[in-house]
């Protein structure tokens, strides 16, 4: 269900144009907004290292713990979790802060996936993601037009 309807022009009984007419948002793709492994390993540098060398590879690879496909899934998830939170038709000027907010809500859950005990006080890298995460959505939430506030 879209949030958005195309606002018709509205005119005075004078035939005055009172404001124009403004079409809805497209309908935002998923595919637009979602970063790839790469925009979560800028977030994850001390999880980039190869186990077999142990030198930066500044990406996740089948040899990074996580492994590149485990970030993907990651990705995918996140994008759902952010995109259940917006409106289905966003201006595309804000597909670049989506993007980064989907990249920190899956840099959250690699970290809370590593430390689940520092993530459930409140402490250590998956907290610091969180707030980072929850302060994005929540500045998303309040400038994007008709946005569901949930987080």
Not at 5 to 32: E, H, K, R, W
Not at 54 to 68: I, K, L, M, N, Y
């Amino acid at each position: 269900m879209s949030f958005w309807t195309d606002v018709p022009a509205t005119y005075d009984p004078s035939g005055n144009l009172i404001s124009a007419a403004v079409p809805a948002p497209p309908v935002i793709d998923p595919a637009d907004v979602r970063p790839d492994i790469d925009g979560v390993a800028a977030l994850e540098s001390t999880r980039t290292m190869d186990r077999t060398t142990g030198a930066e590879t500044f990406s996740f690879s089948a040899t990074t713990r996580p492994t590149a496909a485990q970030v993907e899934s990651l990705i995918d998830t996140s994008s759902a979790d952010v995109l259940s939170q917006l409106p289905t038709n966003i201006d595309p000027i804000w597909y670049g802060a989506i993007s980064r907010a989907i990249a920190l809500r899956a840099s959250w859950q690699l970290e809370a996936s590593y430390y689940r005990e520092a993530a459930s006080t409140g402490v250590g890298p998956a907290s610091e993601y969180q707030a980072r995460f929850v302060a994005d959505i929540q500045a998303l939430q309040s400038l994007i037009p008709r946005a569901t506030h949930i987080a």
